[in-house]
């Protein structure tokens, strides 16, 4: 049963709590690894430690959409009531209902800001819907890519953007309650 191990390993007791260390059975003595590659004592495996990072929201990489529901948004804890505009580093109550609301006027906030945002994502509901074509050329015009997408996946297009430290914003309409697993009588 132990040959059957890649390599076993010693466990030494240091003030620190446990060691493990690869010293003594090399990993060739596997029948799993002698049909194909055999390692040898130069491999890094048998003599490195290996470590484990947790991984945590580094600091300064933005705000983050933690969740979303009919109601609003967690943003970074903070939970924000119906439509919402993230402009990072400020969260805004966006004056929207539905997408059909998304006009020229609606918008201005985003490209007035300073720095100018490189993309602006639009989350639309529980559906992606068509965006007024005059919106989308002024942003065009000012410079500002747009992505409209579904809430759900504007939220993680957002999250994405803002984690690979791009200049990002979001405005994002909450779907509504999803009926699609009602029963009905």
């Known amino acids: 049963m132990a040959s059957a191990v890649c390599a076993r390993f010693l466990l030494q007791r240091t003030t620190q709590g446990f060691l493990f260390s690869s010293r003594a059975v090399p990993a060739f003595s596997s029948p799993f690894l002698s049909r194909a590659h055999r390692l040898g004592p130069s491999d890094d495996e048998l003599y ?13 990489s933005g705000v983050m959409i933690l969740s979303y529901s009919p109601q609003g948004f967690n943003i970074d804890g903070n939970r924000v009531f119906g439509p919402c505009a993230v402009l990072p580093p400020a969260i805004l109550q966006w004056n929207v209902g539905t997408y059909k609301d998304i006009t020229e006027e609606s918008i201005s906030l985003f490209h007035m800001l300073e720095p100018r945002i490189e993309i602006l994502v639009l989350g639309t509901g ?31 297009t957002f999250n994405f953007l803002t984690s690979e430290r791009r200049l990002a914003a979001a405005g994002l309409i909450p779907p509504p309650i999803s009926t699609a697993l009602e029963v009905q009588e």
């Open 48 to 60: 490195q430690r290996t470590t484990v990072s947790v991984m945590q929201k580094e600091q300064g």
């Open 126 to 156: 529980a559906r992606l819907e068509r965006i007024n074509p005059s919106v989308l050329a002024l942003l065009k015009k000012k410079g500002i890519a747009v992505e409209v997408q579904d809430t759900p996946n504007a939220c993680a």
